[in-house]
């Protein structure tokens, strides 16, 4: 299965900065994509990170907000811009393999005051 | 629009009770079906999924699932939990046709087993 890392683990930041969030996944994955958990709230999809080129962003999410890069296979970040305190939230990596399953980051902790 | 509900947000057992999860989609096409575990500190792993064939499907742990294609449901079940089966369970749809990376998922249900 693949193993995904994730960092920072989390962040406490100040409103207006922007933080940015780092995957890398430690085998060749099929897609990568990011999802959100906001407080006592299911995942959402934000985007899917394409490699190469922009990413496809989910109903709901720009890319001014949420700029998405993936430069290689097994990399991508996503950039939380100009936060304010509801984009506090667990922001997840996620890899799909071959067979189907997506596997998980630990997710990111984003705090913002 | 898609949805996932769960209907049951916080299921307190003893163990060795029997569990049952609820689990219903609005999609009508061909679906793929997961269940993901997130214990306590840690990140979400997959107990069991469904892609196609056989309706019961069995995961990790001892946990299985039965896809009801009429009734649009996908639960999950344990005969006999254990107090390590405390976790939040969450289940998940993707389209048959499309990547089953973008999932849909329901709200989460918080399963607290006593000891």
């Known amino acids: 299965s693949a193993v995904i890392s994730q960092k920072p683990s989390r962040d406490i930041c100040q409103r207006g900065t922007s933080l940015t969030i780092q995957c890398q996944v430690d085998?060749?994955?099929?897609?990568m994509f990011w999802y959100r958990q906001q407080p006592g709230q299911s995942l959402t999809l934000i985007a899917t990170?394409?490699?190469?080129?922009?990413?496809?962003?989910e109903s709901g999410f720009v890319i001014d907000k949420f700029p998405i890069s993936r430069p290689n296979l097994t990399f991508s970040t996503l950039t939380v811009s100009n936060m304010s305190p509801e984009d506090s939230s667990i922001y997840l990596c996620?890899?799909?393999?071959?067979?189907?399953?997506?596997?998980f980051g630990e997710g990111s902790r984003l705090t913002v005051l | 629009a898609q949805s996932v509900s769960q209907h049951n947000h916080h299921v307190i057992l003893s163990e060795a009770a029997s569990l049952e999860l609820g689990c219903n989609y609005s999609?009508?096409?061909?679906?793929?079906l997961f269940w993901y575990v997130q214990y306590p500190g840690q990140h979400l792993q997959l107990l069991l999924k469904?892609?196609?064939?056989?309706?019961l499907v069995k995961g990790i742990k001892g946990f299985e699932a039965e896809f009801i294609k009429s009734k649009f449901s996908f639960n999950l079940r344990k005969p006999s939990v254990q107090w390590s089966d405390t976790a939040e369970y969450f289940c998940?749809?993707?389209?048959?046709?499309?990547?089953?990376?973008?999932?849909?998922f329901g709200q989460g249900t918080t399963l607290q087993v006593k000891p």
């Open positions: 996620s890899g799909s393999a071959n067979t189907g399953e997506l596997f």
């Open positions: 085998s060749q994955v099929t897609m």
């Open positions: 990170a394409n490699q190469g080129s922009e990413a496809t962003y």
């Open positions: 999609y009508g096409g061909t679906v793929n």
């Open positions: 469904y892609f196609s064939g056989d309706p």
């Open positions: 998940a749809v993707s389209h048959g046709s499309s990547n089953t990376g973008k999932l849909i």
